[in-house]
Protein backbone atom coordinates (compact mmCIF):
# COMPACT_ATOMS: atom_id res chain seq x y z
CA UNK A 1 0.00 0.00 0.00
CA UNK A 2 1.17 3.48 -1.29
CA UNK A 3 0.87 5.07 2.05
CA UNK A 4 2.05 8.75 2.68
CA UNK A 5 3.93 9.79 6.53
CA UNK A 6 3.43 13.31 6.88
CA UNK A 7 6.76 14.11 8.87
CA UNK A 8 4.39 16.92 11.01
CA UNK A 9 2.10 13.31 12.14
CA UNK A 10 5.15 11.74 13.26
CA UNK A 11 4.30 12.00 16.66
CA UNK A 12 0.82 10.08 15.88
CA UNK A 13 1.52 6.83 13.58
CA UNK A 14 -2.23 5.86 13.12
CA UNK A 15 -2.24 8.70 10.71
CA UNK A 16 -0.38 6.91 8.28
CA UNK A 17 -2.89 4.51 6.90
CA UNK A 18 -5.31 7.73 5.96
CA UNK A 19 -2.86 9.33 3.32
CA UNK A 20 -1.35 7.77 0.16
CA UNK A 21 -0.14 8.49 -3.48
CA UNK A 22 -1.79 7.02 -6.48
CA UNK A 23 1.50 6.23 -8.08
CA UNK A 24 2.19 4.25 -11.60
CA UNK A 25 0.13 0.88 -11.46
CA UNK A 26 -2.13 1.97 -8.26
CA UNK A 27 -5.60 0.85 -8.42
CA UNK A 28 -8.44 0.44 -5.51
CA UNK A 29 -6.95 -2.74 -4.83
CA UNK A 30 -4.03 -1.63 -3.40
CA UNK A 31 -4.24 2.04 -3.03
CA UNK A 32 -6.85 3.07 -0.48
CA UNK A 33 -6.91 5.39 2.59
CA UNK A 34 -8.73 4.46 5.87
CA UNK A 35 -12.01 6.45 6.35
CA UNK A 36 -15.27 7.52 8.48
CA UNK A 37 -13.10 6.54 11.68
CA UNK A 38 -13.49 8.21 14.96
CA UNK A 39 -10.68 11.36 15.14
CA UNK A 40 -7.25 10.19 16.26
CA UNK A 41 -6.96 11.78 19.51
CA UNK A 42 -4.09 14.57 19.24
CA UNK A 43 -4.77 15.36 15.60
CA UNK A 44 -6.87 18.14 15.55
CA UNK A 45 -9.27 17.12 13.14
CA UNK A 46 -11.50 19.61 10.58
CA UNK A 47 -14.36 17.57 10.66
CA UNK A 48 -17.90 18.71 11.93
CA UNK A 49 -20.17 17.02 14.26
CA UNK A 50 -23.04 14.92 13.81
CA UNK A 51 -25.50 17.26 15.05
CA UNK A 52 -23.76 19.72 12.59
CA UNK A 53 -24.22 17.74 9.64
CA UNK A 54 -27.85 16.57 10.42
CA UNK A 55 -28.45 20.39 10.66
CA UNK A 56 -26.24 22.69 8.75
CA UNK A 57 -25.80 20.17 6.00
CA UNK A 58 -29.41 18.54 5.60
CA UNK A 59 -32.03 19.73 7.30
CA UNK A 60 -31.46 23.25 7.02
CA UNK A 61 -31.82 24.52 4.07
CA UNK A 62 -35.24 23.32 4.02
CA UNK A 63 -36.99 26.73 3.35
CA UNK A 64 -40.70 26.96 5.08
CA UNK A 65 -39.68 25.51 8.13
CA UNK A 66 -38.12 27.13 11.64
CA UNK A 67 -35.12 24.93 12.51
CA UNK A 68 -34.68 24.70 16.42
CA UNK A 69 -31.98 23.57 18.14
CA UNK A 70 -32.29 22.21 21.54
CA UNK A 71 -28.75 22.78 23.45
CA UNK A 72 -26.32 25.62 24.22
CA UNK A 73 -26.79 28.47 22.01
CA UNK A 74 -23.26 28.49 20.92
CA UNK A 75 -24.36 24.87 18.79
CA UNK A 76 -26.90 26.85 17.17
CA UNK A 77 -24.75 30.03 16.18
CA UNK A 78 -22.18 27.79 14.71
CA UNK A 79 -24.72 25.85 12.53
CA UNK A 80 -26.25 29.01 11.42
CA UNK A 81 -27.33 28.56 7.88
CA UNK A 82 -24.02 30.04 6.58
CA UNK A 83 -24.01 28.08 3.87
CA UNK A 84 -25.34 29.92 1.22
CA UNK A 85 -28.13 27.84 0.55
CA UNK A 86 -30.95 30.00 -0.64
CA UNK A 87 -34.25 29.81 -1.49
CA UNK A 88 -37.31 31.19 -3.34
CA UNK A 89 -38.99 32.58 -0.29
CA UNK A 90 -37.16 35.55 0.77
CA UNK A 91 -34.67 33.22 2.45
CA UNK A 92 -36.29 32.89 5.49
CA UNK A 93 -34.16 29.79 6.71
CA UNK A 94 -31.40 31.76 6.60
CA UNK A 95 -32.29 34.93 8.33
CA UNK A 96 -33.26 33.50 11.61
CA UNK A 97 -31.38 30.66 14.09
CA UNK A 98 -33.26 28.96 16.64
CA UNK A 99 -32.06 27.86 20.30
CA UNK A 100 -33.40 26.94 23.38
CA UNK A 101 -30.01 28.56 25.13
CA UNK A 102 -29.68 25.58 27.50
CA UNK A 103 -27.82 26.04 30.91
CA UNK A 104 -26.29 24.67 33.60
CA UNK A 105 -29.02 24.69 35.58
CA UNK A 106 -31.20 22.72 33.02
CA UNK A 107 -28.37 20.40 32.78
CA UNK A 108 -29.31 19.62 36.59
CA UNK A 109 -33.23 20.32 36.26
CA UNK A 110 -34.05 19.21 33.00
CA UNK A 111 -34.68 21.01 29.65
CA UNK A 112 -37.81 19.59 28.54
CA UNK A 113 -40.16 22.50 30.09
CA UNK A 114 -38.25 24.87 28.45
CA UNK A 115 -37.97 23.52 24.99
CA UNK A 116 -41.59 23.22 25.04
CA UNK A 117 -41.97 26.69 26.30
CA UNK A 118 -39.75 27.80 22.80
CA UNK A 119 -41.34 25.79 20.22
CA UNK A 120 -44.65 27.37 21.02
CA UNK A 121 -43.10 30.61 21.21
CA UNK A 122 -41.24 30.04 18.10
CA UNK A 123 -44.33 29.32 16.14
CA UNK A 124 -46.11 32.23 17.49
CA UNK A 125 -43.35 34.78 16.98
CA UNK A 126 -43.57 32.98 12.96
CA UNK A 127 -47.10 33.06 12.65
CA UNK A 128 -47.53 31.78 9.27
CA UNK A 129 -44.83 29.13 9.44
CA UNK A 130 -46.33 26.15 10.43
CA UNK A 131 -43.73 24.04 10.20
CA UNK A 132 -40.48 23.17 12.59
CA UNK A 133 -37.64 21.19 12.56
CA UNK A 134 -36.24 20.27 16.15
CA UNK A 135 -32.47 18.94 16.49
CA UNK A 136 -31.09 17.19 19.80
CA UNK A 137 -27.44 18.14 20.92
CA UNK A 138 -25.03 16.67 23.19
CA UNK A 139 -25.72 17.97 26.09
CA UNK A 140 -29.61 17.61 25.80
CA UNK A 141 -29.05 13.53 24.56
CA UNK A 142 -27.06 12.97 27.87
CA UNK A 143 -29.49 14.58 30.37
CA UNK A 144 -31.79 12.48 28.17
CA UNK A 145 -34.84 15.12 27.08
CA UNK A 146 -36.94 13.47 25.13
CA UNK A 147 -37.76 15.98 22.81
CA UNK A 148 -39.88 13.50 20.61
CA UNK A 149 -42.23 13.80 23.20
CA UNK A 150 -42.41 17.12 23.66
CA UNK A 151 -43.15 17.94 19.92
CA UNK A 152 -46.21 15.15 20.38
CA UNK A 153 -47.25 17.33 23.08
CA UNK A 154 -47.22 20.59 20.64
CA UNK A 155 -48.66 19.27 18.15
CA UNK A 156 -51.81 17.81 19.97
CA UNK A 157 -51.98 21.46 21.60
CA UNK A 158 -51.40 23.28 18.14
CA UNK A 159 -53.06 20.72 15.52
CA UNK A 160 -52.15 23.22 12.29
CA UNK A 161 -48.50 22.34 13.54
CA UNK A 162 -45.96 19.72 12.12
CA UNK A 163 -42.52 18.92 13.79
CA UNK A 164 -39.54 16.98 12.73
CA UNK A 165 -37.82 15.30 15.56
CA UNK A 166 -34.20 15.11 15.06
CA UNK A 167 -31.87 13.09 17.43
CA UNK A 168 -28.70 12.92 16.22
CA UNK A 169 -26.34 14.79 19.04
CA UNK A 170 -22.93 15.41 18.49
CA UNK A 171 -21.47 12.31 19.33
CA UNK A 172 -23.96 10.06 17.53
CA UNK A 173 -20.69 9.48 14.65
CA UNK A 174 -17.14 10.15 13.81
CA UNK A 175 -17.95 13.31 11.61
CA UNK A 176 -20.91 15.10 10.10
CA UNK A 177 -21.56 12.21 8.28
CA UNK A 178 -23.13 10.31 10.82
CA UNK A 179 -25.60 13.47 10.61
CA UNK A 180 -26.21 12.99 7.41
CA UNK A 181 -27.14 9.29 7.94
CA UNK A 182 -29.42 9.78 10.88
CA UNK A 183 -31.58 12.31 9.20
CA UNK A 184 -31.54 11.15 5.80
CA UNK A 185 -33.50 7.71 8.43
CA UNK A 186 -35.15 10.05 10.67
CA UNK A 187 -37.07 11.89 7.53
CA UNK A 188 -38.34 8.91 5.48
CA UNK A 189 -39.44 7.17 9.06
CA UNK A 190 -41.06 9.94 10.55
CA UNK A 191 -42.80 12.25 7.79
CA UNK A 192 -42.70 10.36 4.11
CA UNK A 193 -45.85 9.06 3.21
CA UNK A 194 -47.91 11.80 5.06
CA UNK A 195 -48.81 14.16 3.21
CA UNK A 196 -50.36 13.42 -0.30
CA UNK A 197 -48.90 15.58 -3.57
CA UNK A 198 -50.37 16.53 -6.31
CA UNK A 199 -49.31 14.75 -9.18
CA UNK A 200 -49.35 17.63 -12.24
CA UNK A 201 -47.32 15.61 -15.08
CA UNK A 202 -46.59 11.93 -15.71
CA UNK A 203 -43.33 12.11 -15.44
CA UNK A 204 -42.38 12.99 -11.18
CA UNK A 205 -38.71 12.73 -9.82
CA UNK A 206 -37.41 13.57 -6.35
CA UNK A 207 -34.07 15.56 -7.16
CA UNK A 208 -31.88 14.79 -4.07
CA UNK A 209 -28.60 15.45 -2.92
CA UNK A 210 -28.56 19.43 -3.56
CA UNK A 211 -28.44 22.29 -1.46
CA UNK A 212 -29.11 24.76 -3.70
CA UNK A 213 -25.80 26.46 -2.84
CA UNK A 214 -26.41 29.97 -4.62
CA UNK A 215 -29.08 28.54 -6.61
CA UNK A 216 -27.48 24.81 -8.20
CA UNK A 217 -31.27 23.44 -7.16
CA UNK A 218 -32.80 25.66 -9.29
CA UNK A 219 -30.90 25.73 -12.19
CA UNK A 220 -31.05 21.99 -12.74
CA UNK A 221 -34.72 22.13 -11.76
CA UNK A 222 -35.10 24.57 -14.54
CA UNK A 223 -33.38 21.73 -17.02
CA UNK A 224 -36.01 19.00 -15.56
CA UNK A 225 -38.84 21.42 -15.61
CA UNK A 226 -38.11 22.70 -19.58
CA UNK A 227 -38.08 19.10 -20.50
CA UNK A 228 -42.18 18.84 -18.87
CA UNK A 229 -40.65 16.88 -15.65
CA UNK A 230 -42.47 17.93 -12.38
CA UNK A 231 -39.65 17.71 -9.28
CA UNK A 232 -42.23 16.59 -7.13
CA UNK A 233 -39.86 17.58 -4.27
CA UNK A 234 -36.13 18.95 -3.92
CA UNK A 235 -33.81 17.07 -0.94
CA UNK A 236 -33.36 19.99 0.64
CA UNK A 237 -32.26 22.89 -1.25
CA UNK A 238 -35.32 25.08 -1.96
CA UNK A 239 -37.30 22.18 -0.48
CA UNK A 240 -40.54 22.69 1.26
CA UNK A 241 -41.47 20.57 4.07
CA UNK A 242 -44.62 19.34 3.02
CA UNK A 243 -42.74 18.45 -0.83
CA UNK A 244 -40.49 16.21 1.46
CA UNK A 245 -43.15 13.98 3.10
CA UNK A 246 -44.71 12.93 -0.32
CA UNK A 247 -41.43 11.73 -1.45
CA UNK A 248 -43.13 8.36 -1.96
CA UNK A 249 -44.98 9.41 -4.80
CA UNK A 250 -41.96 10.27 -7.12
CA UNK A 251 -41.27 7.64 -10.01
CA UNK A 252 -37.17 8.20 -9.77
CA UNK A 253 -35.11 9.88 -7.58
CA UNK A 254 -32.38 11.55 -9.17
CA UNK A 255 -29.21 11.67 -6.97
CA UNK A 256 -26.54 13.94 -6.87
CA UNK A 257 -24.81 13.97 -3.39
CA UNK A 258 -24.09 10.27 -2.64
CA UNK A 259 -22.38 11.10 0.84
CA UNK A 260 -25.04 12.92 1.68
CA UNK A 261 -28.47 11.26 0.91
CA UNK A 262 -28.07 8.11 -0.37
CA UNK A 263 -29.19 6.68 2.36
CA UNK A 264 -32.73 7.59 1.89
CA UNK A 265 -32.63 7.08 -1.81
CA UNK A 266 -31.70 3.48 -0.88
CA UNK A 267 -34.21 2.65 1.54
CA UNK A 268 -36.82 4.78 -0.77
CA UNK A 269 -36.02 1.83 -3.11
CA UNK A 270 -36.51 -0.83 -0.58
CA UNK A 271 -39.67 0.66 0.59
CA UNK A 272 -41.31 2.05 -1.85
CA UNK A 273 -39.66 0.56 -5.17
CA UNK A 274 -38.59 3.81 -6.23
CA UNK A 275 -35.33 3.36 -8.30
CA UNK A 276 -32.37 5.75 -8.05
CA UNK A 277 -30.35 7.07 -10.80
CA UNK A 278 -26.35 9.03 -10.28
CA UNK A 279 -26.15 11.87 -11.52
CA UNK A 280 -24.09 14.81 -12.02
CA UNK A 281 -25.12 18.95 -12.52
CA UNK A 282 -20.86 19.73 -13.05
CA UNK A 283 -19.30 19.75 -16.26
CA UNK A 284 -20.72 20.00 -19.53
CA UNK A 285 -19.97 16.01 -20.31
CA UNK A 286 -21.12 14.40 -17.03
CA UNK A 287 -24.24 17.19 -16.74
CA UNK A 288 -25.39 16.62 -20.60
CA UNK A 289 -25.38 12.86 -20.12
CA UNK A 290 -27.16 13.14 -16.55
CA UNK A 291 -30.08 14.98 -18.09
CA UNK A 292 -30.46 12.71 -21.70
CA UNK A 293 -30.01 9.66 -18.50
CA UNK A 294 -33.20 11.08 -16.59
CA UNK A 295 -35.20 11.82 -20.31
CA UNK A 296 -34.45 8.71 -21.71
CA UNK A 297 -36.10 7.24 -18.32
CA UNK A 298 -39.19 8.65 -19.21
CA UNK A 299 -38.83 8.97 -22.94
CA UNK A 300 -37.98 12.85 -23.21
CA UNK A 301 -34.58 12.76 -25.20
CA UNK A 302 -35.63 15.42 -28.42
CA UNK A 303 -36.15 17.76 -24.85
CA UNK A 304 -33.43 17.00 -23.12
CA UNK A 305 -31.03 17.25 -26.43
CA UNK A 306 -32.92 20.43 -27.19
CA UNK A 307 -31.79 21.44 -23.98
CA UNK A 308 -28.17 20.57 -23.96
CA UNK A 309 -27.95 21.57 -27.76
CA UNK A 310 -29.03 25.26 -26.68
CA UNK A 311 -26.91 25.37 -23.60
CA UNK A 312 -23.94 24.16 -25.09
CA UNK A 313 -23.85 26.48 -28.34
CA UNK A 314 -24.54 29.34 -25.55
CA UNK A 315 -21.69 28.59 -23.06
CA UNK A 316 -19.02 26.43 -24.76
CA UNK A 317 -17.22 29.19 -26.32
CA UNK A 318 -17.09 30.99 -22.90
CA UNK A 319 -15.83 27.62 -21.04
CA UNK A 320 -13.04 27.61 -24.06
CA UNK A 321 -11.36 31.34 -23.44
CA UNK A 322 -11.09 30.03 -20.11
CA UNK A 323 -9.79 26.32 -20.44
CA UNK A 324 -7.31 27.80 -22.69
CA UNK A 325 -5.80 30.56 -19.47
CA UNK A 326 -6.28 27.25 -16.90
CA UNK A 327 -4.02 24.46 -18.80
CA UNK A 328 -1.73 22.77 -16.56
CA UNK A 329 -2.46 24.89 -13.12
CA UNK A 330 -2.10 22.87 -10.04
CA UNK A 331 -5.09 22.12 -8.17
CA UNK A 332 -5.35 20.36 -4.37
CA UNK A 333 -8.85 19.62 -4.63
CA UNK A 334 -9.72 19.49 -1.08
CA UNK A 335 -13.68 19.80 -0.45
CA UNK A 336 -15.67 17.81 2.26
CA UNK A 337 -17.35 15.28 0.76
CA UNK A 338 -18.91 14.68 -3.08
CA UNK A 339 -17.05 17.48 -5.08
CA UNK A 340 -13.96 15.37 -4.52
CA UNK A 341 -15.25 12.94 -6.86
CA UNK A 342 -17.79 15.18 -9.03
CA UNK A 343 -14.59 17.47 -10.00
CA UNK A 344 -11.53 15.03 -9.50
CA UNK A 345 -11.86 14.36 -13.79
CA UNK A 346 -13.82 16.75 -15.30
CA UNK A 347 -11.68 19.86 -14.11
CA UNK A 348 -8.97 18.43 -15.64
CA UNK A 349 -10.91 16.96 -18.86
CA UNK A 350 -12.65 19.99 -19.57
CA UNK A 351 -10.99 23.18 -18.09
CA UNK A 352 -7.42 21.58 -18.71
CA UNK A 353 -6.38 21.79 -14.81
CA UNK A 354 -3.90 19.15 -13.20
CA UNK A 355 -5.18 17.66 -9.98
CA UNK A 356 -2.48 17.18 -7.13
CA UNK A 357 -4.10 16.02 -4.29
CA UNK A 358 -7.62 15.34 -3.14
CA UNK A 359 -8.43 14.89 0.58
CA UNK A 360 -11.98 14.62 1.98
CA UNK A 361 -12.67 15.55 5.51
CA UNK A 362 -15.77 13.63 6.42
CA UNK A 363 -16.16 11.82 3.72
CA UNK A 364 -16.42 7.21 3.37
CA UNK A 365 -14.07 5.15 1.65
CA UNK A 366 -16.53 4.77 -0.90
CA UNK A 367 -16.13 8.61 -1.72
CA UNK A 368 -12.16 8.30 -1.84
CA UNK A 369 -12.21 5.35 -4.10
CA UNK A 370 -14.84 7.59 -6.54
CA UNK A 371 -11.78 10.47 -6.19
CA UNK A 372 -8.92 8.13 -6.35
CA UNK A 373 -10.64 6.98 -9.74
CA UNK A 374 -11.13 9.98 -11.14
CA UNK A 375 -8.15 11.79 -10.40
CA UNK A 376 -4.73 11.61 -11.87
CA UNK A 377 -1.76 9.48 -10.88
CA UNK A 378 0.58 11.18 -8.61
CA UNK A 379 -1.87 12.80 -6.75
CA UNK A 380 -2.14 12.50 -2.85
CA UNK A 381 -5.18 11.60 -1.31
CA UNK A 382 -5.37 12.72 2.17
CA UNK A 383 -8.89 11.16 4.93
CA UNK A 384 -9.52 13.72 7.54
CA UNK A 385 -6.41 15.74 7.39
CA UNK A 386 -5.46 18.74 10.01
CA UNK A 387 -3.80 21.77 9.54
CA UNK A 388 -0.37 20.78 9.78
CA UNK A 389 -0.91 18.24 6.84
CA UNK A 390 -2.86 20.81 4.66
CA UNK A 391 0.14 22.96 5.00
CA UNK A 392 3.23 20.16 4.48
CA UNK A 393 1.09 19.15 1.50
CA UNK A 394 1.46 22.54 -0.19
CA UNK A 395 4.31 22.87 0.96
CA UNK A 396 5.60 20.02 -0.66
CA UNK A 397 3.12 19.69 -3.91
CA UNK A 398 3.06 23.29 -4.48
CA UNK A 399 -0.46 24.15 -5.80
CA UNK A 400 -1.63 27.25 -7.69
CA UNK A 401 -4.98 27.45 -6.49
CA UNK A 402 -6.92 24.85 -3.32
CA UNK A 403 -10.47 24.45 -3.76
CA UNK A 404 -11.67 23.90 0.03
CA UNK A 405 -13.42 25.64 2.54
CA UNK A 406 -13.45 28.84 4.47
CA UNK A 407 -11.52 27.38 7.20
CA UNK A 408 -8.51 25.99 5.23
CA UNK A 409 -8.95 28.46 2.78
CA UNK A 410 -7.33 31.52 4.85
CA UNK A 411 -4.35 29.23 6.05
CA UNK A 412 -3.85 28.44 1.97
CA UNK A 413 -4.28 32.49 1.62
CA UNK A 414 -1.61 33.07 4.33
CA UNK A 415 0.81 30.87 1.91
CA UNK A 416 0.33 32.69 -0.55
CA UNK A 417 -1.75 29.97 -2.06
CA UNK A 418 -5.28 31.34 -3.66
CA UNK A 419 -8.46 29.61 -2.71
CA UNK A 420 -11.87 28.82 -3.98
CA UNK A 421 -14.76 28.23 -1.60
CA UNK A 422 -16.04 24.75 -2.70
CA UNK A 423 -18.21 24.75 -0.06
CA UNK A 424 -20.56 27.91 -0.72
CA UNK A 425 -18.86 29.05 -3.90
CA UNK A 426 -17.33 31.91 -4.76
CA UNK A 427 -19.97 33.98 -7.74
CA UNK A 428 -21.83 30.59 -7.76
CA UNK A 429 -23.82 29.00 -8.69
CA UNK A 430 -21.31 26.60 -10.20
CA UNK A 431 -24.03 23.43 -11.71
CA UNK A 432 -25.65 23.88 -14.85
CA UNK A 433 -23.78 25.20 -18.09
CA UNK A 434 -23.73 28.55 -17.03
CA UNK A 435 -22.70 27.81 -13.93
CA UNK A 436 -20.00 25.71 -14.64
CA UNK A 437 -18.02 28.52 -16.73
CA UNK A 438 -18.79 30.68 -13.40
CA UNK A 439 -16.41 28.48 -11.84
CA UNK A 440 -13.90 28.54 -14.38
CA UNK A 441 -13.86 32.30 -14.20
CA UNK A 442 -13.75 32.00 -10.28
CA UNK A 443 -10.52 29.86 -11.05
CA UNK A 444 -9.56 32.38 -13.71
CA UNK A 445 -10.46 35.22 -11.52
CA UNK A 446 -8.01 33.95 -8.51
CA UNK A 447 -4.93 32.35 -10.13
CA UNK A 448 -4.43 35.72 -12.10
CA UNK A 449 -5.77 38.36 -9.03
CA UNK A 450 -3.20 41.13 -9.66
CA UNK A 451 -3.11 41.96 -6.38
CA UNK A 452 -2.05 38.17 -5.61
CA UNK A 453 0.99 39.00 -7.52
CA UNK A 454 1.68 41.93 -5.69
CA UNK A 455 1.09 40.49 -2.69
CA UNK A 456 4.29 38.09 -3.45
CA UNK A 457 6.69 41.46 -2.98
CA UNK A 458 8.00 42.07 0.43
CA UNK A 459 8.76 45.29 0.27
CA UNK A 460 10.96 45.64 3.63
CA UNK A 461 13.25 43.93 1.03
CA UNK A 462 12.80 42.92 -2.25
CA UNK A 463 13.50 45.21 -5.18
CA UNK A 464 10.07 46.74 -6.35
CA UNK A 465 10.31 47.27 -10.20
CA UNK A 466 8.95 50.73 -10.88
CA UNK A 467 9.34 50.64 -14.89
CA UNK A 468 6.33 48.19 -14.62
CA UNK A 469 2.55 49.72 -14.76
CA UNK A 470 -0.15 47.79 -13.04
CA UNK A 471 -0.97 44.61 -15.28
CA UNK A 472 -4.52 43.14 -15.10
CA UNK A 473 -5.91 39.57 -15.31
CA UNK A 474 -5.75 39.06 -18.71
CA UNK A 475 -2.27 41.12 -19.28
CA UNK A 476 -1.12 38.18 -17.13
CA UNK A 477 -3.17 35.37 -18.25
CA UNK A 478 -2.29 36.35 -21.94
CA UNK A 479 1.46 35.46 -21.82
CA UNK A 480 0.37 32.08 -21.67
CA UNK A 481 -1.26 31.86 -24.82
CA UNK A 482 0.10 30.86 -27.96
CA UNK A 483 -0.28 33.96 -30.55
CA UNK A 484 0.24 31.96 -33.82
CA UNK A 485 -2.73 30.30 -32.80
CA UNK A 486 -5.89 31.83 -34.13
CA UNK A 487 -8.55 32.73 -31.76
CA UNK A 488 -11.94 31.09 -32.61
CA UNK A 489 -13.83 34.99 -32.48
CA UNK A 490 -16.60 33.50 -30.65
CA UNK A 491 -14.20 32.55 -28.16
CA UNK A 492 -14.95 35.02 -25.07
CA UNK A 493 -15.07 35.65 -21.39
CA UNK A 494 -18.23 35.07 -19.03
CA UNK A 495 -21.00 37.53 -20.20
CA UNK A 496 -23.70 36.37 -18.13
CA UNK A 497 -25.62 38.16 -15.69
CA UNK A 498 -24.13 39.26 -12.20
CA UNK A 499 -27.64 36.99 -10.57
CA UNK A 500 -28.34 33.92 -13.02
CA UNK A 501 -30.74 32.62 -10.45
CA UNK A 502 -33.28 35.00 -9.55
CA UNK A 503 -35.27 35.65 -12.92
CA UNK A 504 -35.74 30.96 -13.06
CA UNK A 505 -38.63 32.24 -10.33
CA UNK A 506 -42.09 32.59 -11.54
CA UNK A 507 -40.86 31.46 -15.44
CA UNK A 508 -43.49 29.16 -17.23
CA UNK A 509 -43.07 25.58 -18.30
CA UNK A 510 -45.21 23.93 -20.99
CA UNK A 511 -47.48 21.20 -18.67
CA UNK A 512 -46.91 17.81 -20.02
CA UNK A 513 -49.45 17.10 -22.44
CA UNK A 514 -49.93 13.05 -21.55
CA UNK A 515 -52.15 11.87 -19.49
CA UNK A 516 -51.46 11.57 -16.11
CA UNK A 517 -53.67 8.52 -15.18
CA UNK A 518 -50.26 6.59 -14.85
CA UNK A 519 -49.00 9.12 -13.08
CA UNK A 520 -49.98 8.13 -9.41
CA UNK B 1 6.92 -8.59 -31.46
CA UNK B 2 2.63 -9.66 -32.13
CA UNK B 3 0.91 -9.30 -29.40
CA UNK B 4 -1.26 -11.85 -28.49
CA UNK B 5 -4.72 -11.74 -28.54
CA UNK B 6 -5.08 -12.76 -24.78
CA UNK B 7 -2.82 -9.35 -24.10
CA UNK B 8 -5.16 -7.28 -26.66
CA UNK B 9 -8.45 -8.25 -24.66
CA UNK B 10 -6.28 -7.51 -21.40
CA UNK B 11 -5.34 -4.11 -21.87
CA UNK B 12 -9.04 -3.02 -23.99
CA UNK B 13 -10.33 -4.15 -20.64
CA UNK B 14 -8.50 -1.79 -18.79
CA UNK B 15 -8.59 1.34 -21.37
CA UNK B 16 -12.59 0.46 -20.74
CA UNK B 17 -12.06 0.08 -16.98
CA UNK B 18 -10.75 3.82 -17.21
CA UNK B 19 -13.09 4.95 -18.86
CA UNK B 20 -15.91 3.83 -16.72
CA UNK B 21 -13.81 4.69 -13.28
CA UNK B 22 -13.14 8.12 -14.92
CA UNK B 23 -16.76 8.60 -16.02
CA UNK B 24 -19.20 6.69 -13.92
CA UNK B 25 -20.54 6.97 -10.56
CA UNK B 26 -22.99 3.52 -11.00
CA UNK B 27 -20.18 1.05 -9.69
CA UNK B 28 -19.96 2.81 -6.61
CA UNK B 29 -23.11 2.25 -4.82
CA UNK B 30 -21.95 1.93 -0.91
CA UNK B 31 -22.68 -1.88 -0.36
CA UNK B 32 -21.27 -4.86 -1.82
CA UNK B 33 -24.97 -6.60 -2.78
CA UNK B 34 -25.34 -3.09 -4.70
CA UNK B 35 -22.72 -3.07 -6.74
CA UNK B 36 -22.94 -6.97 -7.51
CA UNK B 37 -26.54 -5.63 -8.80
CA UNK B 38 -25.30 -2.61 -10.37
CA UNK B 39 -22.22 -4.30 -12.48
CA UNK B 40 -24.50 -7.20 -13.48
CA UNK B 41 -27.22 -4.82 -14.27
CA UNK B 42 -25.84 -2.21 -16.37
CA UNK B 43 -22.88 -4.11 -18.05
CA UNK B 44 -25.12 -6.80 -19.17
CA UNK B 45 -27.10 -4.06 -20.57
CA UNK B 46 -24.31 -2.76 -22.44
CA UNK B 47 -23.24 -5.74 -23.68
CA UNK B 48 -26.77 -6.83 -25.27
CA UNK B 49 -26.67 -2.87 -26.58
CA UNK B 50 -23.06 -3.22 -28.33
CA UNK B 51 -24.05 -6.72 -29.78
CA UNK B 52 -27.45 -5.64 -30.95
CA UNK B 53 -29.14 -7.47 -28.96
CA UNK B 54 -32.84 -6.82 -27.40
CA UNK B 55 -32.98 -5.45 -23.93
CA UNK B 56 -35.11 -6.22 -21.23
CA UNK B 57 -37.31 -3.29 -19.97
CA UNK B 58 -40.05 -4.14 -17.72
CA UNK B 59 -39.54 -2.81 -14.19
CA UNK B 60 -38.26 0.45 -12.88
CA UNK B 61 -34.97 -0.86 -11.83
CA UNK B 62 -34.53 -2.65 -15.16
CA UNK B 63 -35.04 1.22 -17.34
CA UNK B 64 -32.66 2.60 -14.63
CA UNK B 65 -29.76 0.04 -15.63
CA UNK B 66 -30.59 0.31 -19.31
CA UNK B 67 -29.89 4.61 -19.02
CA UNK B 68 -26.80 4.07 -18.00
CA UNK B 69 -25.94 1.11 -20.82
CA UNK B 70 -26.97 3.13 -23.27
CA UNK B 71 -24.91 6.22 -22.62
CA UNK B 72 -22.34 3.86 -21.54
CA UNK B 73 -22.01 2.03 -24.83
CA UNK B 74 -22.46 5.38 -26.96
CA UNK B 75 -19.60 6.87 -25.45
CA UNK B 76 -17.50 3.45 -25.95
CA UNK B 77 -18.17 3.46 -29.54
CA UNK B 78 -17.35 7.13 -29.64
CA UNK B 79 -14.16 6.57 -27.73
CA UNK B 80 -12.45 3.63 -29.14
CA UNK B 81 -12.79 3.13 -32.64
CA UNK B 82 -11.44 -0.64 -32.66
CA UNK B 83 -14.88 -1.96 -30.89
CA UNK B 84 -16.26 -1.08 -34.58
CA UNK B 85 -13.70 -3.83 -35.70
CA UNK B 86 -14.76 -6.51 -33.79
CA UNK B 87 -17.20 -9.83 -34.15
CA UNK B 88 -20.24 -9.89 -31.76
CA UNK B 89 -18.29 -12.55 -30.34
CA UNK B 90 -15.37 -11.17 -29.34
CA UNK B 91 -16.99 -8.24 -27.94
CA UNK B 92 -18.88 -10.39 -25.49
CA UNK B 93 -15.90 -11.87 -24.36
CA UNK B 94 -14.54 -8.45 -23.95
CA UNK B 95 -17.45 -7.19 -21.87
CA UNK B 96 -17.22 -10.54 -19.68
CA UNK B 97 -13.66 -9.80 -18.99
CA UNK B 98 -14.91 -6.16 -18.03
CA UNK B 99 -17.32 -7.24 -15.51
CA UNK B 100 -14.91 -9.64 -13.66
CA UNK B 101 -12.61 -6.58 -13.87
CA UNK B 102 -14.87 -4.41 -12.32
CA UNK B 103 -16.31 -6.92 -9.84
CA UNK B 104 -12.55 -7.48 -8.56
CA UNK B 105 -11.90 -3.50 -8.28
CA UNK B 106 -15.00 -2.95 -6.50
CA UNK B 107 -16.20 -5.63 -4.81
CA UNK B 108 -14.27 -8.50 -4.50
CA UNK B 109 -11.10 -6.95 -4.11
CA UNK B 110 -12.12 -3.72 -2.61
CA UNK B 111 -10.62 -2.35 0.32
CA UNK B 112 -13.66 -0.82 1.00
CA UNK B 113 -14.59 -1.44 4.85
CA UNK B 114 -18.04 -0.61 4.71
CA UNK B 115 -19.12 -3.03 1.99
CA UNK B 116 -20.10 -5.58 4.12
CA UNK B 117 -22.25 -3.48 6.04
CA UNK B 118 -25.35 -5.05 6.38
CA UNK B 119 -28.13 -1.92 6.72
CA UNK B 120 -27.76 1.00 4.76
Known amino acids: ?520 | MEVSLEETQKDRVEQLVDYIMKWCLWQFHSRAWDRERQNEGILTKTRQLLCEEPVELETPADKCYWVDAVILARDFKATYPWLATMEKKDIKSLMQGLKERMDFLTITGSLNEELTDPKY
Open chain 1, 1 to 520: MPYHKFKCSECIPEREKHAVTKGPGEDLTSCLPLGYLNTIPGTISERGCAYCGAKHVIGAPMKDVIHMSHGPVGCTYDTWQTKRYISDNDNFQLKYTYATDVKEKHIIFGAEKMLKQNIIEAFQAFPYIKRMSLYQTCATALIGDDIGAVAQEVMEEMPDVDIFVCNSPGFAGPSQSGGHHKINLAWLDQKVGTFEPEITSKYVINYVGDYNIQGDTEVMVDYFKRMGIQVLSCFTGNGSYDSLRGMHRGHLNVLECARSSEYICNELRVRYGIPRLDIEGFGFKPLSESLMKVAMFFGLEKEAQAIIDEEIARWKPELDWYAKRLQGKKVCLWPGGSKLWHWANVIHEEMGVEVVSVYTKFGHQGDMEKGIARCQEGALAIDDPNELEGIEAMKTLKPDIIFTGVRPGEVAKKLRVQYLNAHAYHNGPYKGFEGWVRFARDIYNALYSPIHQLSGLDISKDEIPTEVGFLTRQMISDVNINKEETTPIEERPYTGDYDCVTKLRGKTYPRSSEPLSDAV
